[in-house]
């Protein structure tokens, strides 16, 4: 069993953003009430809207990034439903990059050259990888989401300010560059997230049960020869968590993939943004 570090994390401490698009009025004073009340120091990063939607997302990321000079600070959404009595995080890691406060059941395969060509970059429903570290928190090492992202350390904010930029120059979806970025780094996350998607504040789409569980259950715990069977846009694949031996992160293999001839275009297991 792994040890954390000796203090409890007190995210009053701790600079936020939140990212919001000025028109979503109703979002912003829901942020407001609520980071007010919980007493942590906060400011609005306006969104973006002049480019196409991955590229919006990646440059109001990059605006909320550079508003602070040094690590630590929270990066978030404006769409956040506080899951727990407190904003007392038990003692992090002490070598912890990044902190994901809310979790998303969605995972990618490794940045590979050859699953690059063949699956593109891709999430997967239930490929969200996350191997248990101690009694309070888990190593992620491949998970999709932006909800409420903890930047922790200056290896963590460097390297993620870089995958904003690829995010923005590939056209790529953020919370996938994240992805890729976490077997090189050291990021965790609570057995029990901290905050989730307000269901009263998404669309009438998403505001489902399907969508409300992708960041309100905890994550399951993953372990070394496991394997899931998952469904793409392309692809049913079945995978197996292996030891990456450079990194000693755990990360998919895929085992056998098939065709997907019944996932349609707005299959939720590729976009649940």
Not at 78 to 94: C, N, S, T
Not at 219 to 227: A, C, M
């Amino acid at each position: 069993m792994n040890s954390p570090s000796h203090a409890r994390l007190d995210l009053r401490d701790i600079p936020a953003a939140i990212v919001n698009l000025p028109s979503q009025t109703l979002r912003r004073e829901h942020m407001t009430a609520l980071f007010t009340g919980l007493g942590i120091q906060h400011q609005f990063v306006d969104g973006v809207s002049k480019h196409g939607k991955k590229r919006n997302v990646a440059a109001a990321m990059i605006k909320a990034h550079d508003a602070f000079p040094a690590a630590p600070f929270l990066i978030c959404e404006d769409d956040l439903l506080l899951m727990q009595p407190d904003v007392i995080l038990p003692a992090p890691p002490a070598d912890a990059d990044i902190i994901y406060l809310a979790k998303s059941d969605h995972g990618c395969l490794p940045d590979r050259p050859e699953y690059t060509k063949l699956y593109r970059h891709r999430a997967y429903g239930g490929l969200a990888l996350a191997e248990a570290y101690n009694e309070d928190y888990l190593r992620l090492s491949s998970m999709i989401s932006a909800i409420a992202v903890l930047i922790l350390s200056e290896r963590g904010r460097l390297r993620y300010r870089e995958e904003l930029r690829k995010a923005y120059n590939r056209e790529t979806a953020i919370d996938i560059r994240y992805a890729f970025a976490m077997p090189d780094l050291r990021v965790y996350a609570p057995r029990l997230p901290l905050f989730a998607e307000d269901m009263a504040l998404q669309p009438g789409p998403k505001r489902n049960e399907e969508r409300r569980l992708i960041t309100h259950t905890p994550l399951p715990v993953s372990y070394e020869g496991e394997r899931r069977i998952s469904e793409g846009r392309l692809f049913r694949i079945d995978v197996c968590a292996r030891r990456n031996p450079a990194n000693g992160a755990l990360e998919w293999e895929v085992v056998q993939a098939w065709p997907n001839l019944g996932a349609g275009e707005g299959s939720a297991a590729e976009d649940p943004d």
